[in-house]
């Protein structure tokens, strides 16, 4: 049986710590907002049949730009938290249980092709499923609340989650079903609570999270290094 691969994007984040008349996926980088980077690059993997945005159903900037990606599927389903956005997003499309679903964040606008098809090639067989992740390179401090450090983590082991997470649609529909706590920040920690080790895929620490205003700096430095060849 052939299987789906189906790029999904929750956008329905009011990206409150970015702040800004905005959702920070529609900020103006190197000509285009935020998010159509993001996209573009989904659209651009051979292997990836479908790609999805799943926004607010009050979202009022999305109509205002041009999008030209071919076959951008837009659903306006999203909800209070992001597992609702990617929940109410799976239950619209009409989905295989085995179709693999690729959850990526709208912010992470600088992936690469490459790294989607290393994490593609590394988890289309794996039973469980996985997720692009990158070691942790520093020594991880605990604070306290006067801004001292409380305790040092040993860091060996240690990985910082990034996105896409590659599940089986099923699966993390079953996962993000019933009352999830303010825990499950992403797929793969949904899935962990049902008691299974998703597979984590080294990434690269390009594909960062946009969250702050300082970060437009270093994305914008990526997207044009990559423009200019
Ligand atoms: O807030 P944070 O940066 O963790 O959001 C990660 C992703 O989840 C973003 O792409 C954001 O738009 C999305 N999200 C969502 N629905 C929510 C909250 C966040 O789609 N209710």
């Known amino acids: 049986m052939t299987q789906r691969f189906v790029a999904l994007v929750p956008a329905a984040g009011s990206g409150s710590r970015f702040g800004g008349p905005s959702p920070k996926q529609y900020l103006q980088l190197s000509g285009r907002p935020l998010m159509w980077h993001t996209l573009r690059t989904l659209a651009s993997v051979p292997a990836i049949d479908r790609v999805v945005v799943v926004l607010s159903p009050s979202d009022e900037w999305f109509d205002d730009f041009e999008w030209d990606i071919p076959g951008l599927e837009v659903l306006r389903v999203g909800g209070a938290t992001r597992a609702q956005t990617v929940a109410s997003g799976l239950a619209n499309l009409g989905l295989g249980a085995r179709d693999w679903v690729l959850v990526h964040d709208a912010a992470r606008c600088c992936l690469s092709v490459a790294a989607v098809e290393r994490l593609i090639a590394e988890v289309a067989d794996d039973e469980v499923g996985g ?99």
């Open 131 to 229: 997720l692009l992740a990158v070691p942790v390179p520093d020594t991880v401090k605990r604070s306290d609340a006067g801004g001292r450090v409380s305790s040092t983590l040993a860091r060996s082991g240690l990985w910082l989650a990034q996105t896409p997470q590659m599940f089986r649609a099923g699966l993390l529909t079953d996962s993000l079903s019933g009352r999830l706590d303010e825990s499950v920040t992403d797929e793969a920690s949904a899935i962990e609570r049902m008691g299974l080790r998703p597979r984590l895929v080294e990434g690269d620490a390009a594909n960062f999270k946009v969250t702050w205003p300082r970060d437009l700096t270093l994305a914008r430095a990526i997207l044009d290094a990559r423009k200019g060849g």
